[in-house]
Nanobody, 123 residues
Framework: VQLQASGGGAVQPGESLRLSCAAS????????MGWYRQAPGKQRELVAS???????IYVDSVKGRFTISRDNAKNTVSLQMDSLKPEDTAVYYC??????????????????WGQGTQVTVSS
């Protein structure tokens, strides 16, 4: 099982970006998918997460500006980021939790991370 993230880049405050992440491999189900971020000198934090049933949580600092969505059939998750602020600058990581699939030659139940993608918000 692998996660491939795309999107990110450098924008000015107030602009928008969209991050996407696709899980590939033999996957039976994914309990939750989401995005974390880590700014320089800070701990990694959860930005947004969505369950297979559509339950969503956001960190307070992005509520009303970011929107997470998921396509269960395609095992993809996206994060629409609007009204970006300089404090949103960080490396963003895609996460898939509670993945039931086939890996290492057998059935596995595990969490997976995608490669980080840089988001820079600066004037």
């Amino acid at each position: 099982v692998q996660l491939q993230a795309s999107g990110g880049g450098a924008v000015q405050p107030g602009e928008s970006l969209r991050l996407s992440c696709a899980a590939s491999g033999v996957i039976y189900s994914i309990q939750h998918m989401g995005w974390y971020r880590q700014a320089p000198g800070k701990q990694r934090e959860l930005v947004a997460s969505i369950t297979g049933g559509g339950s969503i949580i956001y960190v307070d600092s992005v509520k009303g500006r970011f929107t997470i969505s998921r396509d269960n059939a395609k095992n993809t998750v996206s994060l629409q980021m609007d009204s970006l602020k300089p404090e949103d600058t960080a490396v963003y990581y895609c996460n898939a939790g509670g993945v039931l699939g086939v890996d290492f030659g057998g059935t596995t139940f595990a969490d997976y991370w995608g490669q980080g993608t840089q988001v820079t918000v600066s004037s």
